[in-house]
């Protein structure tokens, strides 16, 4: 059983920065591609971001050069640095570990304008 703790959520103001994080409680986080998705008030839950065990990233289109996915396999954790944050950026934000049911409890993420 994985349990994923995520955390780094908040209110932030239109172009502002946020770090999300997500702890991974397995052992099998190093050989795991991890998601970040997202899913806004009324909208489907949408992906935002992955990586893979060594490090190959792939992005949602509206959040490259934006948003940057990195993980620390001592810490068993991965993390998104969401920069020039927008209001459509407004979600609450997912971990998961990819192809399986694992899912974080959410932290929500606030962007005003």
């Known amino acids: 059983q994985v349990q994923l703790v995520e955390s780094g959520g908040g209110l932030v103001q239109a172009g502002g920065s946020l770090r999300l994080s997500c702890v991974h409680s397995?052992?099998?986080?190093?050989?795991?591609?991890m998601n970040w998705f997202r899913q806004a008030p009324g909208k489907d839950r949408e992906f935002v971001a992955n990586?893979?065990?060594?490090?190959?990233?792939y992005y949602k289109d509206s959040v490259k050069s934006r948003f940057t996915i990195s993980r620390d396999n001592a810490k068993n954790t991965v993390y998104l640095q969401m920069n020039s944050l927008k209001p459509e950026d407004t979600a609450v934000y997912y971990c998961?570990?990819?192809?399986?049911?694992?899912w974080g409890q959410g932290t929500q993420v606030t962007v005003s304008s």
């Open positions: 998961n570990v990819g192809a399986t049911a694992y």
């Open positions: 397995g052992r099998t986080f190093s050989t795991s591609t």
């Open positions: 990586i893979g065990p060594r490090n190959t990233t």
